[in-house]
């Protein structure tokens, strides 16, 4: 049963550390997707990856926010540094530019302290 | 432009009974409208999708009916059960036919509690 992976589950840490979050997407997908949900703002997109290459990543705050993709295995969110508004489940999705289906992972659920 | 709107905000039915989700839209671009639902603690789960090429699309006792001349799309769950109790988002993207490349747009989501 293939599905997204997000590491790690949860994430308390204190305002002005670094956080990194990592997701694995489901194997051969080529398109990754991180999204944030909050209860006022619902899910918001923060980047976008194509094959590996980012696509839009208007959605993040460029000052604090990266997003990466190593390899086809691997797409990591990282805040630096963190802000106590940066309190969200961040979200995880991957799926293939041929179907348009989107699977997410169980999210990273982050509290700045 | 880019928004989904969907209502109600939430929703309570009768165990049997049949629950409605509307969404409406306005970017005409917009080519694949997919249904996630989601339950507490976890990530949203794909459902259902429906191109503008169709009407209606049932998958068991969950039907999207899409009118495109208004831009709107709903879900209707046939014969509730307390098991569909979650939050159900629509979505809207864009991309070339046959598979959407574009970033999903959510709509703020139904929370849904069917009683026993």
């Known amino acids: 049963d293939a599905r997204v992976t997000q590491t790690p589950r949860h994430k308390v840490t204190e305002m002005g550390q670094e956080v990194t979050m990592r997701c694995q997407p489901i194997?051969?997908?080529?398109?990754v997707f991180w999204y944030r949900q909050t209860m006022m703002q619902g899910l918001e997109l923060l980047a976008y990856?194509?094959?590996?290459?980012?696509?839009?990543d208007s959605g993040m705050p460029k000052d604090r926010f990266s997003a990466e993709m190593p390899d086809a295995t691997l797409a990591t969110l990282k805040i630096q540094p963190s802000e106590p508004r940066d309190s969200a489940v961040y979200f995880c999705?991957?799926?293939?530019?041929?179907?348009?289906?989107?699977?997410f992972g169980p999210g990273t659920r982050l509290t700045v302290t | 432009q880019q928004q989904v709107k969907q209502s109600p905000q939430s929703l309570i039915v009768q165990k049997g009974g049949i629950s409605i989700i509307n969404c409406a839209y306005e970017?005409?671009?917009?080519?694949?409208f997919p249904w996630y639902q989601q339950f507490p603690g976890k990530g949203p789960a794909l459902l259902i999708a429906?191109?503008?090429?169709?009407s209606e699309k049932k998958e068991g006792r969950f039907t999207i009916s899409f009118n495109k001349s208004a831009k709107q799309f709903s879900l209707h769950i046939m014969d509730s059960q307390p098991g569909d109790s979650a939050t159900y988002f629509c979505?809207?993207?864009?991309?070339?036919?046959?598979?959407?490349?574009?970033?999903?747009?959510f709509g703020k989501g139904t929370k849904l509690s069917v009683k026993p």
């Open positions: 999705a991957s799926g293939l530019t041929s179907t348009g289906g989107k699977y």
């Open positions: 990856f194509r094959n590996r290459a980012p696509l839009d």
């Open positions: 429906i191109r503008p090429d169709v």
């Open positions: 979505a809207a993207s864009s991309g070339s036919y046959g598979g959407s490349q574009g970033n999903l747009i």
């Open positions: 970017n005409t671009a917009f080519d694949y």
């Open positions: 194997l051969g997908h080529n398109t």
